[in-house]
């Protein structure tokens, strides 16, 4: 498996898509229910190439992520050869990027002394879909750019 398997909620959620991968290898409900009954193993590996499958095309299409932290927020811009980034920092302790007081803190205080904004770019290390499912992982979530783009028009000003 090249990521990881989709949680028993994602799987629903796909419930359609599921059934479909299944068609496509000739597979009916009825089979599958046997398939499940009979030889777990191979029901198991089916997921996981289903897994891999979805993961690919999610990560395939991701353009922008957001990771946040306590006194960190990392937005990242996950283009075709390199994932550009910038990196929000309070400098002061006490705020925290992980509820609403602390976005409406940097609101207020994006322009001062209190704020460091750290602007990077790096080629991937790796493959550009396992990269990006990597930081994934980590607690990046995907986005649709928003803030990266605001925040890029700030720093570009």
Not at 18 to 38: G, P, T, Y
Not at 60 to 89: D, G, V, Y
């Amino acid at each position: 498996m090249k990521y990881k398997r989709l949680t028993k909620e994602q799987q629903e959620a796909l419930h359609q898509e599921f059934s479909n991968f299944l068609a496509s290898q000739a597979i009916d409900k009825k089979e599958w229910d046997e398939i499940k009954l009979h030889k777990p193993q191979v029901a198991e590996q089916e997921l996981d190439v289903f897994s891999d499958l979805i993961w690919e095309g999610v990560l395939k299409s991701a353009q922008f992520l957001e990771h946040f932290s306590k006194n960190h927020i990392f937005l990242f811009h996950c283009q075709e050869l390199q994932l550009r980034s910038i990196i929000l920092k309070s400098l002061d302790a006490n705020v925290d990027f992980l509820n609403k007081n602390g976005l409406q803190w940097l609101s207020d205080n994006i322009f001062t002394d209190n704020v460091e904004i750290i602007v990077g770019k790096k080629e991937y290390d790796q493959d550009r879909n396992e990269s990006i499912f990597k930081l994934i992982n980590e607690g990046a979530i995907l986005s649709d750019g928003q803030l990266y783009n605001q925040v890029n028009g700030i720093v570009n000003s």
